[in-house]
């Protein structure tokens, strides 16, 4: 299936402005099932962008604008080609084995540790005493059984935490969003020495789709499991990943992969809007068109501190 995907970002500063710095993951991977055909980024006031690819192999679009400014607005289109990924009913019970440290790749072991938003605390020790989060059965299935444990522990409520919350507050409220429920499932995972990762990206909304998150980014979960490797949950909307989950960034949590991450000098409130469009694509480029893997220019961004204030957006 080829999507056409539009991602507008604007923000909006009470005052003036300058040197604002930003990064942006935006640009969806190619790998495996998924094939980024096209891609461009668009930025007003102009600048221009550069870009790099991180430890996780993410595409890291960045720019600054040293002028005084009032709006800073980002523009991201790509045109993906997106395969279902083939996912077995169940492993074998005795698959728990082959999860050990030493028989795992170095991507999945590095997915063990905890990070900043995916850690272990009483409240989450609670939570999976009360869904049974403990090795049994086949990994696979437990998985399964888990993912549908959050979706119907929490209830998506939209505003209801900041990009910054710690899970904890999702855990008291059970109200929260899909960065909410993927840090969760992370810690858990995690607990149980599965290695786990944070996907965000877009998820299709189809007319027949009973989904419960937005129609902006999206975000899930990759656990490591022997046999199929990594394996797309998405515990907001009680899914698997599917031919409608399309990956821009992987990383420990959302502080790895933010969709935009950037600092201003300046005193000035900020609003935020964001508008995603997902929407199927007839166009069928040719193979040629395919973006390269590699990534020659390995830039840097320098960073000021003196009165910055940060600008990020939550999923």
């Given at each position: 299936m080829y999507y056409s995907i539009r991602h507008v970002t604007h923000f909006r500063y009470g005052a003036n402005v300058y040197e604002s710095v930003m990064e942006a993951r935006m640009q969806p991977r190619s790998e495996s099932t998924q094939r980024c055909?096209?891609?461009?980024?668009?930025?007003q006031p102009r600048a221009r962008v550069y870009l790099y690819r991180d430890s996780l192999a993410?595409?890291?679009?960045?720019?600054?604008?040293?002028?005084?400014?009032r709006e800073l607005a980002i523009t991201a289109e790509a045109l993906v080609d997106l395969d279902p990924v083939p996912i077995p009913e169940r492993l074998d019970?005795?698959?728990?084995?082959?999860?050990?440290?030493?028989?795992?790749?170095?991507?999945?072991?590095?997915?063990?540790?905890?990070?900043?938003?995916?850690?272990?605390?009483?409240?989450?020790?609670?939570?999976?005493?009360?869904?049974?989060?403990?090795?049994?059965?086949?990994?696979l299935s437990l998985l399964r059984e888990l993912n549908q444990s959050i979706y119907g522990a929490f209830e998506y409520k939209q505003k209801a935490t900041r990009v910054d919350s710690p899970i904890e507050e999702v855990l008291t409220s059970h109200q929260g969003?899909?960065?909410?429920?993927?840090?969760?499932?992370?810690?858990?995972?995690?607990g149980m020495r599965i290695p786990a990762r944070y996907v965000s990206g877009y998820l299709y909304h189809g007319s027949e789709d009973r989904d419960r998150s937005s129609d902006s980014t999206h975000a899930w979960v990759e656990a490591?499991?022997?046999?199929?490797?990594?394996?797309?949950?998405?515990?907001?909307?009680?899914?698997?990943?599917?031919g409608r989950h399309i990956r821009t960034a992987i990383g420990r949590d959302y502080a790895d992969v933010p969709p935009t991450r950037g600092v201003f000098k300046g005193e000035a409130s900020t609003k935020l809007t964001v508008s995603v469009a997902v929407s199927p694509s007839e166009i069928l480029p040719p193979e040629r068109d395919l973006i390269p893997e590699s990534i020659s220019e390995e830039?840097?961004?320098p960073r000021n501190r003196n009165r910055q204030r940060e600008q990020q957006q939550q999923q």
């Amino acid at each position: 299936m080829y999507y056409s995907i539009r991602h507008v970002t604007h923000f909006r500063y009470g005052a003036n402005v300058y040197e604002s710095v930003m990064e942006a993951r935006m640009q969806p991977r190619s790998e495996s099932t998924q094939r980024c055909y096209s891609f461009k980024l668009a930025v007003q006031p102009r600048a221009r962008v550069y870009l790099y690819r991180d430890s996780l192999a993410n595409t890291v679009h960045y720019f600054d604008i040293p002028e005084v400014h009032r709006e800073l607005a980002i523009t991201a289109e790509a045109l993906v080609d997106l395969d279902p990924v083939p996912i077995p009913e169940r492993l074998d019970e005795g698959d728990w084995k082959l999860l050990d440290p030493d028989m795992m790749p170095a991507d999945a072991f590095e997915m063990l540790l905890p990070s900043r938003f995916a850690r272990r605390s009483p409240a989450l020790e609670d939570l999976a005493a009360s869904i049974g989060a403990e090795r049994r059965g086949d990994p696979l299935s437990l998985l399964r059984e888990l993912n549908q444990s959050i979706y119907g522990a929490f209830e998506y409520k939209q505003k209801a935490t900041r990009v910054d919350s710690p899970i904890e507050e999702v855990l008291t409220s059970h109200q929260g969003v899909c960065q909410d429920f993927a840090h969760i499932f992370i810690s858990l995972l995690r607990g149980m020495r599965i290695p786990a990762r944070y996907v965000s990206g877009y998820l299709y909304h189809g007319s027949e789709d009973r989904d419960r998150s937005s129609d902006s980014t999206h975000a899930w979960v990759e656990a490591w499991l022997p046999g199929p490797g990594w394996v797309g949950f998405d515990p907001t909307n009680n899914l698997l990943s599917s031919g409608r989950h399309i990956r821009t960034a992987i990383g420990r949590d959302y502080a790895d992969v933010p969709p935009t991450r950037g600092v201003f000098k300046g005193e000035a409130s900020t609003k935020l809007t964001v508008s995603v469009a997902v929407s199927p694509s007839e166009i069928l480029p040719p193979e040629r068109d395919l973006i390269p893997e590699s990534i020659s220019e390995e830039d840097l961004i320098p960073r000021n501190r003196n009165r910055q204030r940060e600008q990020q957006q939550q999923q």
